[in-house]
């Protein structure tokens, strides 16, 4: 009898070779022709008039190097595979084209360390999160460029809240928002990065993804604390930068370190909730006040 949690999972093509197929201007035209079709599967006739390629021969010949990798063909109409509309979302984003900076801006929170105003700032495409005063780097996680088009400086540091959101909601579960390979987290003490009680890194083994965050952030996507937000009138994902990054690292606190112990509690007016995780995180106290 197979296992039926067994997986089958091969290359269907190799690596190296990913990019030398996109390597071409017509190719990369019939990957946008066929996105602009609003995900319709279409015919070799209204792709190539799409692609605006007048040789129809050259044309078949680009269309097939995509064929099975970034273009899928069912009965001879084609449309974009998974890889095809990542590659889509790449180029409109600005992963591979654009480039940005935003000089430092208050956020509206505090520094556990020292309680300076937390300043943000976009550059090297990530989006970082410290204290001017005493350097400490509350956040610093990946951000594409091209999620500032056409929004306005002011906007910004709510739009970088729901990106975050999402993509750390991968992160804390396990899986890499990059790759959607396997995240692993260290806890870490006085470290380059952290000064505070205890910090997180993670990281996926396979992509190299790094994310540096907190474990009160990684809380904030427990159930409970998101109730006690949501009872007091406030949508994490819109203000969880303003609303919840001081709230929760200024009262973490380490119990332990063998075994790892370490209490994270949020006060919001006479309300209280502390919650005490262990070396994986887990939830080993809950106390509601």
Same mark, same amino acid.
């Given at each position: 009898m197979v296992d039926s949690t067994e997986q089958d999972v091969t290359d269907r093509v190799p690596p190296e070779d990913v990019f030398s197929i996109l390597g071409n201007e017509t190719r990369i035209d019939i990957i946008q022709a066929l996105w602009q079709a609003e995900n319709d599967h279409v015919s070799f006739s209204e792709l190539r008039n799409r692609?605006?390629?007048a040789d129809s021969g050259r044309f078949n010949y680009h269309l097939g190097k995509l064929i099975g990798t970034f273009v899928q063909r069912e009965e001879c109409r084609y449309g974009l595979t998974y890889a095809g509309r990542r590659i889509v979302g790449a180029i409109l984003d600005g992963t591979y084209t654009k480039r940005a900076e935003i000089d430092p801006f208050e956020?509206?929170?505090l520094c556990s360390a020292c309680g300076s105003s937390l300043e943000a700032s976009y550059e090297s495409d990530q989006f970082v999160v410290r204290c001017p005063n005493c350097a400490e780097t509350v956040l610093r996680f990946a951000f594409p460029p091209g999620v500032l088009d056409g929004r306005p400086r002011e906007e910004f540091a709510e739009t970088a809240s729901r990106w975050i959101r999402a993509q750390l909601s991968f992160t804390v579960n396990g899986v890499c928002p990059n790759c959607?390979?396997?995240i692993t987290h260290s806890i870490t003490r006085e470290s380059e990065q952290h000064s505070r009680a205890a910090g997180l890194e993670y990281d996926c083994?396979?992509?190299q993804h790094h994310a540096t965050t907190t474990v009160g952030m990684h809380l904030s996507y427990h159930p409970a604390v998101i109730a006690l937000y949501d009872e007091h009138g406030i949508d994490l994902n819109e203000a969880f930068l303003q609303s919840?990054?001081?709230?929760a690292d200024q009262c973490t606190s380490v119990r332990s370190e063998n075994p790892w112990r370490i209490s994270v509690s949020v006060s @919001?007016?006479? !309300? +209280?909730l502390e @919650?005490?995780? !262990? +070396?994986?995180?887990?939830?080993v106290e809950r106390h509601r006040e």
């Amino acid at each position: 009898m197979v296992d039926s949690t067994e997986q089958d999972v091969t290359d269907r093509v190799p690596p190296e070779d990913v990019f030398s197929i996109l390597g071409n201007e017509t190719r990369i035209d019939i990957i946008q022709a066929l996105w602009q079709a609003e995900n319709d599967h279409v015919s070799f006739s209204e792709l190539r008039n799409r692609a605006a390629v007048a040789d129809s021969g050259r044309f078949n010949y680009h269309l097939g190097k995509l064929i099975g990798t970034f273009v899928q063909r069912e009965e001879c109409r084609y449309g974009l595979t998974y890889a095809g509309r990542r590659i889509v979302g790449a180029i409109l984003d600005g992963t591979y084209t654009k480039r940005a900076e935003i000089d430092p801006f208050e956020i509206g929170s505090l520094c556990s360390a020292c309680g300076s105003s937390l300043e943000a700032s976009y550059e090297s495409d990530q989006f970082v999160v410290r204290c001017p005063n005493c350097a400490e780097t509350v956040l610093r996680f990946a951000f594409p460029p091209g999620v500032l088009d056409g929004r306005p400086r002011e906007e910004f540091a709510e739009t970088a809240s729901r990106w975050i959101r999402a993509q750390l909601s991968f992160t804390v579960n396990g899986v890499c928002p990059n790759c959607a390979g396997v995240i692993t987290h260290s806890i870490t003490r006085e470290s380059e990065q952290h000064s505070r009680a205890a910090g997180l890194e993670y990281d996926c083994k396979r992509c190299q993804h790094h994310a540096t965050t907190t474990v009160g952030m990684h809380l904030s996507y427990h159930p409970a604390v998101i109730a006690l937000y949501d009872e007091h009138g406030i949508d994490l994902n819109e203000a969880f930068l303003q609303s919840y990054v001081d709230n929760a690292d200024q009262c973490t606190s380490v119990r332990s370190e063998n075994p790892w112990r370490i209490s994270v509690s949020v006060s @919001l007016a006479d !309300d +209280e909730l502390e @919650l005490v995780v !262990d +070396e994986e995180l887990n939830v080993v106290e809950r106390h509601r006040e």
